[in-house]
Nanobody
Framework: QVQLVESGGGLVQSGGSLRLSCTAS????????IGWFRQAPGKGREGVAA???????HYKDSVKGRFIISRDNAKNTVDLEMHSLKPEDTAVYYC????????????????????WGQGTPVTVSA
């Protein structure tokens, strides 16, 4: 059983930056894919970014050029750097992981991930 713990959320003004971190209880090398998802009030959970164990990254269109996902296998962490934040980025952000290969088309699909963190809230003020 993999445990994931997110940190780094908070309140930031529009245009600002935040860095979220996800720490896994075991080795990242045992996880085929790790993703960041978010859920805004009254909305469904959506995939934001994902990174595979070979370093391939995927992003939701609306965050491309603003968010960067990266992994540090030595520290068992996956970070999400968020820049040029907008009020519509406000949500609870979740880290998720799965030990199995996920086809490219489904890498931002929450249904493909078995392990989830508790989430960290991000609020972007206008």
């Amino acid at each position: 059983q993999v445990q994931l713990v997110e940190s780094g959320g908070g309140l930031v003004q529009s245009g600002g930056s935040l860095r979220l971190s996800c720490t896994a209880s075991g080795s990242l090398l045992d996880l085929a894919i790790i993703g960041w998802f978010r859920q805004a009030p009254g909305k469904g959970r959506e995939g934001v970014a994902a990174i595979t164990n070979d370093g391939t990254t995927h992003y939701k269109d609306s965050v491309k050029g603003r968010f960067i996902i990266s992994r540090d296998n030595a520290k068992n962490t996956v970070d999400l750097e968020m820049h040029s934040l907008k009020p519509e980025d406000t949500a609870v952000y979740y880290c998720a992981a799965d030990p199995h290969y996920v086809i490219k088309l489904l890498r931002l699909d929450s249904g493909e991930y078995d392990y989830w963190g508790q989430g960290t809230p991000v609020t972007v003020s206008a």
